[in-house]
DNA sequence: CATTTGACGCCAA
DNA sequence: TTTGGCGCCAAAT
């Protein structure tokens, strides 16, 4: 099955444990694009879905970026989960 | 089909 | 060390 690199992107955030945490840049190149870091919020942003928890995924820079929900509660469920960024 | 946007990252000053 | 600017890819309009 030949996965595109937004649908490996899903695969990706969606098999990250809790209490872990992954930068959009990680994300990136286990996508298979180490550069397309960019598209991957773009996907996310354009694509939330349940399925897949977004909030696992922060920025580089130890900043948790942004959520649909609102940046604020996604830093609060990393925290109830006990990640560490 | 071409252009703009976007939840970013890295380099230079 | 911190701040600013530039570059990158994919999707949406």
Redesign the pocket.
């Known amino acids: 099955m030949k996965k595109?690199?937004?649908q490996q992107v899903y695969d990706v955030v969606r098999a990250i444990p809790r209490g872990k945490v992954l930068?959009?840049?990680e994300v990136a190149t286990r996508a298979g694009?180490p550069?397309?870091?960019?598209?991957v919020?773009?996907?996310?942003?354009?694509?939330?879905n349940s399925s897949i928890p977004?909030h696992r995924?922060v920025?580089?820079?130890g900043k948790t970026?942004?959520?649909?929900r609102g940046a604020k509660m996604k830093t609060k469920k990393l925290k109830q989960e006990g990640a560490i960024i």
Not at 41 to 48: A, C, D, T, V
Not at 65 to 68: H, I, L, M, Q, V
């Open positions: 595109n690199f937004t930068t959009y840049k694009n550069g397309a870091f960019r598209a919020g773009n996907i996310l942003n354009k694509n939330y977004c995924v920025r580089s820079d970026g942004g959520y649909n």
